[in-house]
């Protein structure tokens, strides 16, 4: 199994900067991509950013040059640096991750959510 422990989550002003951090423990090996969700209230979860193990990323369009994700692969934790941030961006932040095993089979984790408010 694999756990996911998110930290960095808080309160900011409009304009400001916060760093996500999710660490991966337990059986880790095989795991590849890894993201950032969100979910503001009211709203429908929705995917943030990807990076995998090689290093391609995704954003979705609103936080496209505002928001970089980034990973060390020997301490198995990836980052979410977030500037330029705007009350919009208000939700609970979850990392997650898939692990692939052997045969195709895949595994989905999360971790438990980290509040993220931006003030104007």
């Known amino acids: 199994q694999v756990q996911l422990v998110e930290s960095g989550g808080g309160l900011v002003q409009a304009g400001g900067s916060l760093r996500l951090s999710c660490a991966a423990s337990g059986i880790i090996f095989r795991i590849d991509t890894m993201g950032w969700y969100r979910q503001a209230p009211g709203k429908q979860r929705e995917l943030v950013a990807t990076?995998?193990?090689?290093?391609?990323?995704t954003y979705t369009d609103s936080v496209k040059g505002r928001f970089t994700i980034s990973r060390d692969n020997a301490k198995n934790t990836v980052y979410l640096q977030m500037n330029s941030l705007k009350p919009e961006a208000t939700a609970v932040y979850y990392c997650h991750t898939v692990r692939t095993l052997l045969g195709g089979i895949t595994q989905d984790y999360w971790g438990q959510g980290t509040q993220v408010t931006v003030s104007s």
């Open positions: 990076l995998t193990k090689g290093g391609t990323t």
